[in-house]
């Protein structure tokens, strides 16, 4: 079954709404969570939350890890167009793994 | 710049042959990784490399092939015997595996004709 589990899988919003994006995780001996934004091609690496960091902000974008119930979220408010595009959430299975990568979420933002 | 090449940008191929998609990195990174991303499905690990000459299998291998004869290259082959060849490639580099500050390329769109 899916180790990273990412809802919703599509949303439309508005300009100006604030959005959040839920990840979900199990894997055996947590080190860290990862955010990466994906707008054409290449996913460009937004946060990275581990164990003794455990909230994030940059601009319009913040997120938190919660490790007890193993999920994190990616908040964005006063959404722009430029916002549009597809956030994967990954962490590594276990140990010194390579990251495991969730389906993604693909955010529309629509003026 | 330092950072990771990926070629061709697209590529046809018909059914039964194999190709090769190439990714180079300038970034003096050790470990690089393949990944496959289909519609809906997010990106799957092929192959991953923690050092020159050597490689491991990621969750779908199953008729793809890798090499890793310099530290800078690490190019995936297509076979013939992938069953469902057509998506959007894409290679990565880290320092090392336990390093998650991922580079990405540009990715292969590959289309089986």
């Known amino acids: 079954e899916d180790k990273v589990v990412q809802s919703p899988l599509s949303l439309v919003v508005h300009e100006g709404d604030t959005v959040t994006l839920n990840c979900s995780y199990e894997v055996t001996n947590f080190r860290s969570l990862l955010w990466y934004k994906q707008e054409k091609k290449a996913p460009t690496f937004l946060f990275m939350l581990?164990?003794?960091?455990i909230e994030k902000k940059s601009g319009r974008l913040s997120s938190i890890l919660d490790k007890k119930e193993l999920f994190s979220i990616l908040n964005i408010t006063a959404t722009q167009t430029g916002d549009s595009a597809v956030y994967l959430c990954?962490?590594?299975?276990?140990?010194?793994?390579?990251?495991?990568f969730g389906k993604g979420t693909r955010l529309s933002v629509i003026a | 710049d330092g950072g990771i090449t990926q070629s061709p940008k697209y590529l046809f191929r018909k059914e039964g042959q194999n190709v090769t998609l190439s990714c180079e990195q300038n970034?003096?990174?050790?470990?690089m990784y393949w990944y496959r991303q289909d519609p809906g499905q997010g990106l799957r690990l092929i192959y991953y490399s923690q050092i020159v000459n050597d490689f491991q299998k990621g969750d779908i291998a199953e008729g793809y092939s890798v090499s890793r004869e310099k530290k800078e290259s690490f190019p995936l082959t297509v076979t013939s015997a992938q069953k469902n060849p057509t998506a959007f490639y894409l290679c990565?580099?880290?320092?090392?595996?336990?390093?998650?500050?991922?580079?990405f390329g540009s990715g292969t769109r590959l289309t089986v004709v």
């Open positions: 970034l003096n990174h050790d470990a």
């Open positions: 990954a962490v590594p299975n276990s140990g010194n793994t390579p990251l495991v």
């Open positions: 581990t164990s003794s960091g």
């Open positions: 990565a580099s880290s320092g090392q595996v336990s390093n998650y500050g991922y580079t």
